[in-house]
């Protein structure tokens, strides 16, 4: 089986590759790397370009509601703007499916999420979830719904492989799990051999953005550190950025 390490894996001929990690309702670091990505295609004028987003959108920080209105403003307004799922956006669809009082959304930042739509909810108190619930559906633009369900857990540019959380070792790409896509951490992180694509991926919050002969880790804790970075990827030439 071939495999590439990260020194000479490269992306595709003629497209720069831009790569945001973990965003946690951060509108203002999403506005200000967008903003760092337009100086760089204006200082060095690619061919062409995409942005690819690494998933995790809502939950935790202040502005979730804006972070989705931002990308489907601009999912509208170009082709260049790509997202991937993150375990969280999922969550947030399986709150507003379900209700559930003890899923991923309710204790892990679902509070600041509905508040950015306006909506408080008290998760220990279940008359205040399920009203809180009825109100979000009320809330969310359809829009932000069908941006969230449309969101792909993987994709591919030359030698990278983008997803939310990594991949679990020895599965061939195109057979992995979904799950896993968003959810993997130990059992991913840990392992040191070389795959076909260099993995590139977030979920797992460190201080500097991780960079391993086999992936790339980008979630640099956005909501905490005030700090969200993104990798772009031009042919064999890579570069780090950095919105704080």
């Known amino acids: 089986m071939k495999t590439v390490d990260f020194k000479h894996a490269r992306g595709p001929d003629r497209l720069r590759v831009y790569a945001i990690g973990d965003v946690h309702g951060r509108l203002d670091l999403l506005q200000e790397m967008h903003r760092r990505i337009q100086q760089e295609n204006e200082k060095s004028p690619p061919f062409d370009w995409v942005i690819v987003h690494l998933g995790d959108y809502v939950d935790r920080g202040p502005d979730s509601k804006g972070v ?37 959304f309710a204790h892990n930042g679902g509070r600041q ?16 979830v399920a009203a809180g619930r009825n109100a ?8 932000h719904i069908e941006f969230l369900r449309g969101l792909k857990r993987s994709m591919i540019f030359g030698d990278f492989f983008l997803c939310h959380a990594g991949i679990r070792p020895g599965i061939e790409l195109e057979s992995q799990d979904p799950e896993d896509l968003v959810w993997i951490r130990e059992q991913f992180l840990g392992e040191p051999r070389l795959y076909p694509k260099v993995i590139i991926h977030g979920h797992t919050p ?16 956005a909501v905490f550190s005030g700090r969200l970075s993104a990798i772009a990827i031009d042919a064999e030439n890579k570069f780090l950025l950095e919105a704080v």
Do not use: C, W
């Open 68 to 104: 989705l209105d931002l990308l489907v403003s601009a999912q509208k307004k170009t082709h260049r703007m790509l997202a991937i799922a993150g375990n969280h956006d999922i969550g947030f669809l399986e709150f507003l499916a379900t209700g559930a009082p003890n899923g991923m």
């Open 113 to 128: 999420t509905a508040l950015s739509y306006g909506v408080s909810i008290d998760f220990n108190d279940l008359g205040s």
């Open 136 to 143: 979000l559906l009320d809330a969310v633009p359809s829009g």
């Open 206 to 221: 460190v201080t500097d953005v991780e960079i391993r002969p086999n992936r790339i880790n980008l979630d640099t804790g």
